[in-house]
């Protein structure tokens, strides 16, 4: 579980990631969010409640096991990815040019895909986050961010430079680098679950989910959940909601 806490005015904010039990949590005096979770929650507190469909891999598997779940096409990508002159870097979260550079590249990516892009390094919590690149001498292939506690490893952000890598060459190094963190987050950091961040019902990003798909993870059903047993907040959001329509 990952907690952080943000101002509302007199108010604070809960944002809690993969949350599995509520002892741990202050229901009384915020609003909270819950991501990605499975809990018993009282039906009435429930300002605002999404499905989310994503996919997990069982760390708890061997290596061999894990890989023999790929897709054949899969498989043959990361053997041709080992053809090509490539490195895979943990990026120091905390150097601002690099980060700079990061999000300067989302923001092409997105645009280029012709996608919203609500992404704000600033809004996750630095301490549990992890940014990969992977390069050759020359540029960068492909970035992944992901957001990790002490049982989950979850994708956050997964961005290919389209500007300058041929595409065939993309598609290689993409399930290299997915391959190569999904070893990193068994063999290095002793996580069970390596979550693929969600699967999405928008139409253009359909190659994406089935690029994820292609690693031959398990269908998981979470919620994300706006909760708090604050009367008046919760009648705020009713009215708010109202105008939302």
């Keep these: 579980m990952i907690s952080q806490t943000k101002n509302i005015f007199v108010l604070k904010k809960?944002?809690?990631?993969?949350?599995?039990?509520?002892?741990?949590i202050n229901l009384k005096k915020n609003i909270n969010y819950f991501r990605q979770h499975n809990l018993e929650l009282i039906k009435k507190n429930i300002i605002q409640e999404e499905d989310f469909l994503t996919l997990h891999i069982n760390l708890n598997n061997?290596?061999?096991?894990?890989?023999?779940?790929?897709?054949?096409?899969?498989?043959?990508?990361?053997?041709?990815?080992?053809?090509m002159n490539l490195n895979i870097f943990n990026i120091d979260i905390n150097d601002s040019n690099e980060i700079k550079k990061f999000i300067?590249?989302?923001?092409?990516?997105?645009?280029?895909?012709?996608?919203?892009?609500?992404?704000?390094?600033?809004?996750?919590?630095?301490?549990n986050l992890i940014l990969f690149v992977l390069k050759d001498e020359r540029d960068w292939y492909s970035y992944s961010l992901f957001i990790r506690d002490d049982m989950r490893f979850r994708l956050l952000i997964f961005?290919?430079?389209?500007?300058?890598?041929?595409?065939?060459?993309?598609?290689?190094?993409s399930k290299k680098l997915i391959w190569e963190t999904i070893k990193y987050a068994k063999n290095v950091e002793n996580k069970k679950i390596f979550d693929f961040g969600g699967l999405s019902k928008d139409s253009k990003l359909k190659g994406i989910n089935k690029f994820k798909e292609?690693?031959?993870?398990?269908?998981?059903?979470?919620?994300?959940?706006?909760?708090?047993?604050?009367?008046?907040?919760k009648f705020l959001y009713s009215i708010l909601n109202i105008f939302r329509r």
């Design 214 to 233: 292609s690693f031959g993870g398990d269908l998981v059903y979470e919620k994300n959940t706006l909760y708090c047993e604050i009367k008046f907040i």
């Design 104 to 127: 300067t590249e989302v923001k092409y990516f997105y645009k280029k895909k012709g996608l919203r892009n609500l992404f704000k390094i600033n809004n996750l919590p630095k301490d």
């Design 159 to 173: 961005i290919n430079n389209y500007e300058k890598i041929p595409k065939k060459n993309l598609g290689y190094s």
């Design 62 to 83: 061997t290596i061999e096991n894990i890989y023999q779940l790929f897709k054949p096409a899969t498989k043959y990508d990361i053997r041709k990815s080992n053809e």
């Design 14 to 24: 809960n944002i809690v990631w993969f949350p599995t039990n509520l002892k741990k």
